[in-house]
Every structure is written in C-alpha cells, then in structure tokens.
C-alpha cells in the first residue's frame, strides 16, 4: 500500500521523456563538460595573463592551482551538501555561481582578484562533476541508464583534450579573458532553465548538524596537498623548506581527517562507502588508469611543443584524435550488457599496450605517426571509463550515490594532478640524465664538431649543431622511457579490476542495496 509523501524522492519520479530528456541530458553534460575544462583551458593562457596583469610567468600558474585548490575542497562535499540542501538545489546554485564567477575572472584587473575569483569558481565547479553524474541516473529512465553514464564519461575525457585547444585560439585570436567569459553564458542561462527542468527531483534537504572541524581538516589538507603537487617541481621538491612544511600539513591533516570522520555520527565526507570492496577496487582502478592517461596527456603536447616544433594548436589537434575516437564508440560500450570487469580490463589493457607501442618513437615522425597511435588509444578509452564508474557506483547503496560520485570524482581528479607533477618531473630529470650519457658516448673524440668545422661552420655554431642533435635525442630516449614506465601502469590497473566482485545490480533510477 502505498502512501504520499509531501516531497517524492527522486527514485518516485516518473523519469522525464522524449526531446525534455535530452534537454536535461545536454545541461548536464555540458556543465560537466563546463567544469572539466575549466582545469585545463587556462594553461596556455598563464603567459599572456602574466603579461597583461604585470606579473611573472611563474606567479601566473597561481591562475591553475587557485581553481584546482577551490575544485578539490568541494568535489568530495557534493555527497554532504546534497543531503543537506537538496541535489538539484546545489547543482543549479553551482551553475549559475560558476557563470558569474567566471565573468569576474575575465574582468579581472589584477592577479590578485583574478586568483580569488579562480578559487571560487573552483569552489562552484567542484559540485558540477559528480552532480551531474548522479542526476542523469536520476532522470534516465532505467533502459537508458548506460547511455547517460555514457554521455557524461565522454563529456570528462574530451574536455581536457579541447582545453588547451580552444584556450590557445581564444587567446590568439581575441583576449585571455574570453577563456573565462565564454562559461558565462553556458552556466548561467543553462543553470536558470535547469531549475524549471529538475526542479521535481528536489528532494528535502536533512537538517543534519554541520561538522565544522571535519571541513576544516578537508580544506587544509586538500589546499596543503594541492599546492605540493603544483609547486613542488618550481620549488625543487623536498629541498625546499617551503615543500616540506606542507607536505607535513598535508600528511598530519589527512590522518586527523580520517580518525575524524570514521568516529563523526555525522561526517562532512561520508568515507564509509569505502566498505564496499567493489566502489573501492573501482575507484582504485580508475585512479590508477586515469592517472596514466593523464600522464600520457600532459607529456604528449609537452613533448611536441618543445622539442618537435608544434605549436599549441597544432599539438592539440594530434592529441584531440584520442577523444574523437572515443566519442564514436561510447554508445556501443554503454549499451553492453557483458560483464563490466571483462570491459575493464580489456580497455584498460588495450591502452597500455598502445602506449608501449608509442615507445618506438623518434624525432623523424610526421602529424599522423603521432596522431595515428593517439587515434588507436582512443577506442579503448569507452571500455574503461564507463564500466569502471558503472562498477563503482552500482556497488553502493542509492543513498551513497551523491557522496560516491564525489569520491570518485575527487580521487581521479587528484591523481590526475599527481601523474602531471611526477611525469613532468621524471621526464625533465630523465633528460638530463640521457644528455649526459649520450655526451660521453657520441663524438666523443670531437670528429663530428670538427668534421663540420672543417665544412666552414664557426666552432660555435658547430658545437651549438652537436649539442641540439644530442638534446632531441636524450628529449626523445626520455619521452620513449616514460610512456614505457605508463605503460606497465596501466597494464597493472587493469589486473586490479578482477578484484572487485561480479555487480549483482545495474546503476538504475531508486536502485537500493548492492
């Protein structure tokens, strides 16, 4: 027998249909998409920011870990802030924050209001991923539940990849402030309509009590441990005083934040969908393998606007194949009805076996011996990142959704941004190392400098010739050693995935139990 309830819950709702659906499913992703962007689409701005608000390149990159601070603080709120006031309340309220914080972004006058309006932004952005996540399972209907999962992975691994691409031509062709003002009138206009849209699967907020020490111990360990990873390479890493005093804050508040939250009746972060061996081998998983990709999507433009002679966009366009791919093939993956592990593993291997492909590279290499490879990668990209979150979020109960979804967002978001620090530091240590070898193996009795100085070339010129071709080789050993190194990651992410038992239920709309 069935009684009414003064405010249904989301898993009562009759799901929307027909083009509405799809409405809601394209603000959705797009405010994901929005979010995800925004960690990649200033970094090629930070020099033409430095330059027009008179400040050094270096002060410039407070821009990238200013939003990334204020992200990682809130994504692993969503789960807290949804239980409290509502999941839609907090999505539309993030959307429309996001926009007008975007437009004080690109009306900055100085670095310094330009940073704090990048934390807020960050701030509003974090809730948009996992939030959006969560929502298409509430409004697809439970055949098509795969497919929303479907379109919102694709939202997450494109982004990244039209970031650099489409921050470059903004800045080229008009100014770095359109990098920020061009989300305004997607969150806001977005973010107004989605509350007429959605508004029926609000559900009441829980009036649970605010557990302030456990958000202050959040926000000092994330903020700690975020400025390690972004400043560490700048600042030498442990030699600095300045490193290791908030790699200690970072370390201590993480272990405080842990015993706190476990014994909290109610915690700001609820860390115990984590008894679930599938969410956990999941997320273990994606972490890993996330952190590979990302490794891979650092170093790659790296590597060809350095050393190979790309300019920015041009090295987007070779690294955007990867997403292109993966966009055709994401339909077919999310209407699969095999076992998620066996999808997993198969992705998950597959880019580890072309990333140990891309190790024969050299310097000889054209725009399709780079992009052909990154093409490959991009099919197998479906088979990891929608069954894997599939996995994870099919393994707790629908109450943990939201705070799941912010856990897994939260985790693959940082080790994206640990892979970006430890590959760029590898790879520049690793070239070092290769030039000195490769200094005492090649010309080593000066034949070719002198064979050239004898062709008429002045012994400067000669010498600068020797040191460039030695330079591009050890860029290129050091490339090749790396992708090897992600390579074998990759492949152990994928066996990690058979640990997680067989899911006894698909992520469906008012799905309980696992």
Partial sequence: MSHALPAPAASEQAPLAGPMLWVAALMLAA?????????????????????????????????????????????????????????????????????????????????????????????????????????????????????????????TLVAPVVGPILGGWLCDEYSWSWVFLINAPIAIGFGLYAWSLLKRYQAIGQRSPIDLVGLGLLIVWVAALQLVLDEGKNLDWFASTQIVVLAVVAAIGFAVFLVWELHEPHPIVDLRVFRHRGFTVAVLTISLAFAAFFGVSVLTPLWL????????????????WTGVTAFFLA???????????????????????????????????????????????????????????????????????????????????????????????VWSNRITYNHAELVGLADRDHGVTAQLVAQGTPPDTANQIVDYLLTSQSVMLSTNQVMTSIGVLFLFAALIIWFAPRPTRSVEPGAGGH
Avoid: H
């Fill in 331 to 425: 339909p077919l993956v999310a209407s699969s009805k095999r076992d998620p592990r066996q999808l997993v593993f198969a992705g998950v291997v597959w880019m580890g076996l072309v990333t140990l492909w891309r190790t024969f590279a050299n310097t000889d290499m054209g725009f399709w011996d780079v992009a052909v490879p990154l093409m490959v990668m991009g099919l197998a990209m479906p088979f990891f990142f929608i069954p894997s979150t599939t996995l994870a979020l099919a393994s707790v109960t629908e109450r943990e959704m939201d705070s799941a979804a912010g856990l897994m967002n939260f985790l693959r978001t940082l080790s994206g941004a640990f892979a970006t620090s430890l590959v760029t530091t």
């Fill in 31 to 155: 405010a994901n998409f929005i979010a995800v962007l925004n960690m990649t689409i200033a970094n090629v701005a930070v020099p033409n920011i430095a330059g027009a608000l008179g400040a050094a390149t270096s002060q410039g990159t407070w821009v990238i870990t200013s939003y990334a601070v204020g992200e990682a603080i809130t994504v692993p709120l969503t789960g807290w802030l949804a239980a409290r006031f509502g999941a839609v309340r907090v999505f539309v309220g993030s959307m429309i924050l996001f926009g007008a914080f975007s437009i004080v972004c690109g009306l900055s006058t100085s670095l310094g209001v330009l940073v704090v309006a990048r934390v807020f932004q960050g701030l509003c952005g974090g809730p948009l991923m996992p939030l959006s996540q969560t929502l298409l399972l509430r409004i697809f209907p439970k055949s098509k539940a795969a497919a929303a999962i479907g379109l919102w992975s694709m939202t």
């Fill in 305 to 320: 606007q350095s050393f190979m002679g790309y300019t920015a966009t041009d090295a987007g366009f070779a690294t955007a």
